[in-house]
Nanobody, 122 residues
Framework: VQLQASGGGLVQAGDSLRLSCVLSGRSLAPYHMVWFRQSPGKEREPVAA????????YYADSVKDRFTISRDDAKNTVYLQMNNLKPEDTADYFC????????????????WGRGTQVTVSS
């Protein structure tokens, strides 16, 4: 199982980016997909999550109403649309997959991918 994120870059505050994460090695459909981010000196945090089937979503308070997670199971791809980016969104963004049940469904992941760097200048 491999996860590959792409779409990061250097943008200005207020700009938008769309990240993509392709899952290979198994079907995406039965699994939760989560976008995490981590910046130097900070803990890794879940940013947005989509449960299997897309029935449940999670968003960190800091990105609500700005970020949207979506998934295309046919393409084995999950997306993160990021609008109105802020300098504090600067981080390495990476995706992960799992299928745990319960309140930690978007935290306890089985597979992790490499990240794509997002840098937002003020």
């Amino acid at each position: 199982v491999q996860l590959q994120a792409s779409g990061g870059g250097l943008v200005q505050a207020g700009d938008s980016l769309r990240l993509s994460c392709v899952l290979s090695g198994r079907s995406l459909a039965p699994y939760h997909m989560v976008w995490f981010r981590q910046s130097p000196g900070k803990e890794r945090e879940p940013v947005a999550a989509s449960s299997w089937g897309g029935a449940s979503k999670y968003y960190a308070d800091s990105v609500k109403d700005r970020f949207t997670i979506s998934r295309d199971d046919a393409k084995n791809t999950v997306y993160l649309q990021m609008n109105n980016l802020k300098p504090e969104d600067t981080a390495d963004y990476f995706c992960a997959t799992g299928n745990r049940a319960g309140p930690r469904w978007y935290r306890d992941m089985d597979y992790w991918g490499r990240g794509t760097q997002v840098t937002v200048s003020s």
